[in-house]
Protein backbone atom coordinates (compact mmCIF):
# COMPACT_ATOMS: atom_id res chain seq x y z
CA UNK A 1 0.00 0.00 0.00
CA UNK A 2 1.41 3.51 -0.43
CA UNK A 3 1.89 5.31 2.27
CA UNK A 4 4.11 8.60 1.76
CA UNK A 5 4.71 10.27 4.70
CA UNK A 6 7.60 13.16 4.28
CA UNK A 7 9.98 12.11 1.13
CA UNK A 8 9.39 8.35 1.43
CA UNK A 9 6.63 5.75 1.30
CA UNK A 10 6.89 3.83 4.08
CA UNK A 11 4.42 1.14 2.72
CA UNK A 12 6.67 0.01 0.26
CA UNK A 13 9.52 0.05 2.85
CA UNK A 14 7.81 -2.68 4.23
CA UNK A 15 8.05 -4.48 7.41
CA UNK A 16 12.07 -5.48 6.62
CA UNK A 17 12.58 -1.71 8.15
CA UNK A 18 12.65 -2.87 11.76
CA UNK A 19 14.74 -5.93 11.40
CA UNK A 20 17.52 -3.44 9.39
CA UNK A 21 16.98 -0.26 11.20
CA UNK A 22 17.46 -1.15 15.11
CA UNK A 23 18.77 0.82 17.47
CA UNK A 24 22.77 0.96 17.85
CA UNK A 25 23.73 1.00 21.88
CA UNK A 26 26.71 2.94 21.11
CA UNK A 27 25.13 6.15 19.31
CA UNK A 28 22.22 4.96 21.75
CA UNK A 29 24.27 6.16 24.79
CA UNK A 30 25.25 9.03 23.29
CA UNK A 31 21.78 10.70 22.44
CA UNK A 32 20.83 9.25 25.89
CA UNK A 33 23.33 11.78 27.55
CA UNK A 34 22.12 14.27 25.71
CA UNK A 35 18.98 14.16 27.19
CA UNK A 36 20.55 14.58 30.31
CA UNK A 37 17.98 14.49 33.22
CA UNK A 38 15.00 14.78 31.38
CA UNK A 39 11.74 13.27 32.49
CA UNK A 40 9.20 13.53 29.93
CA UNK A 41 10.40 13.36 25.83
CA UNK A 42 8.44 14.08 22.96
CA UNK A 43 10.31 11.61 19.90
CA UNK A 44 9.99 13.69 16.73
CA UNK A 45 9.29 11.17 13.57
CA UNK A 46 9.76 8.02 16.24
CA UNK A 47 9.19 5.83 13.68
CA UNK A 48 9.03 2.37 15.37
CA UNK A 49 11.06 3.78 17.78
CA UNK A 50 14.64 3.39 17.96
CA UNK A 51 16.52 5.16 20.28
CA UNK A 52 13.63 5.88 22.74
CA UNK A 53 15.11 5.23 26.16
CA UNK A 54 13.47 3.15 28.21
CA UNK A 55 13.56 4.70 31.39
CA UNK A 56 11.95 8.13 30.84
CA UNK A 57 8.24 9.08 29.77
CA UNK A 58 8.40 9.69 25.86
CA UNK A 59 6.03 10.69 23.72
CA UNK A 60 6.09 9.85 20.31
CA UNK A 61 4.81 11.86 17.07
CA UNK A 62 5.23 9.77 13.71
CA UNK A 63 3.01 10.32 10.65
CA UNK A 64 3.42 7.34 8.68
CA UNK A 65 0.59 4.52 9.49
CA UNK A 66 3.27 1.90 8.35
CA UNK A 67 5.80 2.69 10.92
CA UNK A 68 3.31 3.30 13.70
CA UNK A 69 2.21 -0.16 13.13
CA UNK A 70 5.74 -1.36 13.42
CA UNK A 71 6.16 -0.28 17.09
CA UNK A 72 6.62 -2.89 19.49
CA UNK A 73 4.52 -3.31 22.23
CA UNK A 74 6.91 -2.75 24.92
CA UNK A 75 7.17 1.17 23.76
CA UNK A 76 3.86 3.90 23.96
CA UNK A 77 2.06 3.91 20.90
CA UNK A 78 2.96 7.07 18.85
CA UNK A 79 0.80 10.04 18.30
CA UNK A 80 -0.07 10.94 14.55
CA UNK A 81 1.13 14.37 13.64
CA UNK A 82 4.13 16.50 12.12
CA UNK A 83 7.33 18.16 12.98
CA UNK A 84 5.71 21.33 11.50
CA UNK A 85 3.11 21.26 14.10
CA UNK A 86 3.30 19.03 17.46
CA UNK A 87 0.66 18.81 19.49
CA UNK A 88 2.07 20.21 22.67
CA UNK A 89 2.11 23.30 24.22
CA UNK A 90 5.02 25.81 24.59
CA UNK A 91 7.85 24.51 27.19
CA UNK A 92 6.07 21.41 27.96
CA UNK A 93 8.23 18.68 27.97
CA UNK A 94 11.73 17.83 29.86
CA UNK A 95 13.50 17.48 26.27
CA UNK A 96 12.55 16.58 22.23
CA UNK A 97 14.59 14.46 19.80
CA UNK A 98 14.48 13.56 16.37
CA UNK A 99 16.79 10.68 14.83
CA UNK A 100 17.57 10.13 11.43
CA UNK A 101 14.07 12.19 10.30
CA UNK A 102 14.77 15.89 9.94
CA UNK A 103 15.86 15.13 6.47
CA UNK A 104 12.11 13.76 5.44
CA UNK A 105 9.97 16.47 6.91
CA UNK A 106 8.81 19.31 3.88
CA UNK A 107 9.99 22.01 6.37
CA UNK A 108 12.60 21.38 8.65
CA UNK A 109 13.74 24.77 10.02
CA UNK A 110 9.47 24.63 11.24
CA UNK A 111 10.16 21.46 12.55
CA UNK A 112 12.83 22.62 14.68
CA UNK A 113 11.50 25.44 15.57
CA UNK A 114 8.10 23.66 17.32
CA UNK A 115 10.91 21.47 18.92
CA UNK A 116 12.70 24.23 20.58
CA UNK A 117 9.22 25.57 21.26
CA UNK A 118 7.85 22.66 23.08
CA UNK A 119 11.02 21.51 25.13
CA UNK A 120 12.33 23.19 28.19
CA UNK A 121 15.42 21.58 27.99
CA UNK A 122 17.71 19.83 25.34
CA UNK A 123 16.42 19.17 21.40
CA UNK A 124 18.79 16.72 20.02
CA UNK A 125 19.02 15.87 16.75
CA UNK A 126 20.69 12.60 15.19
CA UNK A 127 21.43 13.39 11.42
CA UNK A 128 23.97 13.34 8.80
CA UNK A 129 26.02 16.71 7.16
CA UNK A 130 25.41 16.43 3.68
CA UNK A 131 28.78 18.06 3.11
CA UNK A 132 30.74 14.71 4.55
CA UNK A 133 28.74 12.32 2.66
CA UNK A 134 31.66 10.96 0.02
CA UNK A 135 33.75 9.70 3.13
CA UNK A 136 31.75 6.69 2.50
CA UNK A 137 33.24 4.33 -0.73
CA UNK A 138 29.58 3.66 -1.68
CA UNK A 139 29.78 7.23 -3.11
CA UNK A 140 32.51 5.95 -5.51
CA UNK A 141 29.75 3.29 -6.85
CA UNK A 142 27.05 5.44 -6.63
CA UNK A 143 27.98 9.46 -7.05
CA UNK A 144 24.28 9.81 -7.69
CA UNK A 145 23.21 8.77 -4.23
CA UNK A 146 25.42 11.26 -2.63
CA UNK A 147 24.02 13.77 -4.93
CA UNK A 148 19.99 12.73 -3.93
CA UNK A 149 20.81 12.51 -0.72
CA UNK A 150 22.89 15.96 0.03
CA UNK A 151 20.03 17.91 -1.57
CA UNK A 152 17.58 16.12 1.45
CA UNK A 153 20.32 17.01 4.58
CA UNK A 154 19.17 20.45 5.96
CA UNK A 155 22.89 21.68 6.44
CA UNK A 156 24.39 21.79 9.80
CA UNK A 157 24.38 25.32 9.82
CA UNK A 158 21.11 25.90 9.32
CA UNK A 159 20.01 23.35 12.31
CA UNK A 160 22.14 24.87 14.73
CA UNK A 161 20.43 28.67 13.99
CA UNK A 162 17.41 27.31 13.86
CA UNK A 163 17.76 25.94 17.49
CA UNK A 164 19.80 28.63 18.63
CA UNK A 165 22.31 29.74 20.63
CA UNK A 166 24.54 27.33 22.53
CA UNK A 167 23.79 24.32 19.80
CA UNK A 168 26.88 22.07 19.78
CA UNK A 169 27.32 19.38 16.67
CA UNK A 170 29.24 16.57 17.70
CA UNK A 171 30.26 14.20 14.84
CA UNK A 172 29.46 10.46 15.25
CA UNK A 173 31.56 7.69 15.19
CA UNK A 174 29.87 4.50 13.13
CA UNK A 175 31.19 1.28 14.90
CA UNK A 176 31.99 -1.34 12.66
CA UNK A 177 29.37 -3.69 14.17
CA UNK A 178 26.17 -0.53 13.56
CA UNK A 179 23.30 -2.48 13.84
CA UNK A 180 21.30 0.79 12.82
CA UNK A 181 21.51 -0.32 9.30
CA UNK A 182 22.03 3.63 7.43
CA UNK A 183 24.58 3.62 4.86
CA UNK A 184 28.07 4.31 6.60
CA UNK A 185 27.07 1.71 9.43
CA UNK A 186 27.95 -1.08 6.10
CA UNK A 187 30.90 0.73 5.35
CA UNK A 188 33.06 -2.63 6.84
CA UNK A 189 30.40 -4.72 5.33
CA UNK A 190 30.28 -4.51 1.70
CA UNK A 191 28.60 -7.33 0.97
CA UNK A 192 25.35 -6.15 2.74
CA UNK A 193 24.26 -3.83 -0.04
CA UNK A 194 24.09 -6.77 -2.22
CA UNK A 195 20.74 -7.63 0.27
CA UNK A 196 17.88 -5.54 -1.39
CA UNK A 197 16.47 -5.47 2.46
CA UNK A 198 19.50 -3.57 3.33
CA UNK A 199 19.07 -1.01 0.44
CA UNK A 200 14.93 -0.77 1.23
CA UNK A 201 15.84 -0.06 4.27
CA UNK A 202 17.81 3.19 3.54
CA UNK A 203 14.99 5.53 1.88
CA UNK A 204 18.43 7.48 -0.34
CA UNK A 205 18.33 4.66 -2.66
CA UNK A 206 14.49 5.43 -3.98
CA UNK A 207 15.84 8.77 -5.24
CA UNK A 208 17.93 7.20 -7.98
CA UNK A 209 17.29 7.31 -11.69
CA UNK A 210 15.88 3.77 -12.82
CA UNK A 211 18.58 1.28 -13.71
CA UNK A 212 21.57 3.27 -11.33
CA UNK A 213 21.05 1.05 -8.46
CA UNK A 214 21.15 -2.03 -10.74
CA UNK A 215 24.28 -0.61 -12.21
CA UNK A 216 26.24 -0.14 -9.32
CA UNK A 217 25.16 -3.35 -7.62
CA UNK A 218 26.30 -5.41 -10.60
CA UNK A 219 29.74 -3.04 -10.52
CA UNK A 220 29.92 -3.50 -6.71
CA UNK A 221 29.45 -7.87 -6.94
CA UNK A 222 31.58 -8.14 -9.14
CA UNK A 223 34.84 -5.91 -7.73
CA UNK A 224 34.16 -7.83 -4.37
CA UNK A 225 34.12 -11.39 -6.70
CA UNK A 226 37.39 -9.99 -8.11
CA UNK A 227 38.85 -8.60 -5.03
CA UNK A 228 39.21 -5.19 -6.54
CA UNK A 229 37.23 -3.61 -3.46
CA UNK A 230 39.18 -5.05 -1.04
CA UNK A 231 42.14 -3.84 -2.75
CA UNK A 232 40.97 -0.28 -2.87
CA UNK A 233 39.13 -0.18 0.71
CA UNK A 234 39.89 -3.57 1.90
CA UNK A 235 41.48 -1.81 5.04
CA UNK A 236 37.94 -0.62 6.31
CA UNK A 237 37.38 -4.26 7.05
CA UNK A 238 38.93 -4.10 10.44
CA UNK A 239 38.78 -0.65 11.40
CA UNK A 240 36.83 -0.52 14.64
CA UNK A 241 34.71 3.05 13.63
CA UNK A 242 34.27 5.01 11.03
CA UNK A 243 34.29 8.72 10.94
CA UNK A 244 31.93 9.92 8.34
CA UNK A 245 28.56 11.73 8.01
CA UNK A 246 26.55 11.21 11.57
CA UNK A 247 26.30 13.99 13.37
CA UNK A 248 24.52 14.72 16.74
CA UNK A 249 23.57 18.32 17.42
CA UNK A 250 22.32 19.84 21.01
CA UNK A 251 20.57 22.84 21.70
CA UNK A 252 20.60 23.09 25.70
C1 LIG B 1 14.41 7.13 8.68
S1 LIG B 1 12.92 7.15 9.63
C2 LIG B 1 13.58 7.24 11.27
C3 LIG B 1 12.63 6.71 12.29
C4 LIG B 1 13.18 6.63 13.70
N1 LIG B 1 13.40 7.97 14.26
C5 LIG B 1 14.46 5.83 13.72
O1 LIG B 1 15.51 6.36 14.15
O2 LIG B 1 14.43 4.66 13.32
C6 LIG B 1 12.27 8.78 9.37
C7 LIG B 1 10.89 8.99 9.95
O3 LIG B 1 10.50 10.34 9.78
C8 LIG B 1 9.10 10.35 9.56
N2 LIG B 1 8.67 11.63 8.99
C9 LIG B 1 8.57 11.98 7.69
N3 LIG B 1 8.11 13.23 7.57
C10 LIG B 1 7.90 13.70 8.83
C11 LIG B 1 7.42 14.94 9.37
N4 LIG B 1 7.07 15.96 8.59
N5 LIG B 1 7.32 15.06 10.71
C12 LIG B 1 7.69 14.04 11.51
N6 LIG B 1 8.15 12.85 11.05
C13 LIG B 1 8.25 12.68 9.73
C14 LIG B 1 8.88 9.16 8.66
O4 LIG B 1 7.53 8.76 8.61
C15 LIG B 1 9.81 8.13 9.31
O5 LIG B 1 9.18 7.37 10.29
Known sequence: ?????GDTDYGLVGAAYTRIR????????????????????????????SYEPLDRHVLPVEPSPAMRAQR????????????????F???????????????????AEAGLREMRRVARGPVVVLTFDGDELDRLWLMDYVPELRVAE???????????????????????????????????????????????AVRRAQSAWTFLEPGVEER????????????AWDERYGSL???????GAVRLIVSP
Open 1 to 5: MTQVT
Open 22 to 49: RTDPRIAALVHAALGDARTIVNVGAGAG
Open 72 to 87: PAHLAPALHGVAEHLP
Open 89 to 107: DDDSVDAAMAMVTVHQWPD
Open 150 to 196: AARYPAVDTITRTLGPGTRVRPVPVPIDCVDGFTEAYYARPEAFLDP
Open 216 to 227: AMATLAADLTSG
Open 237 to 243: RTRPEFH
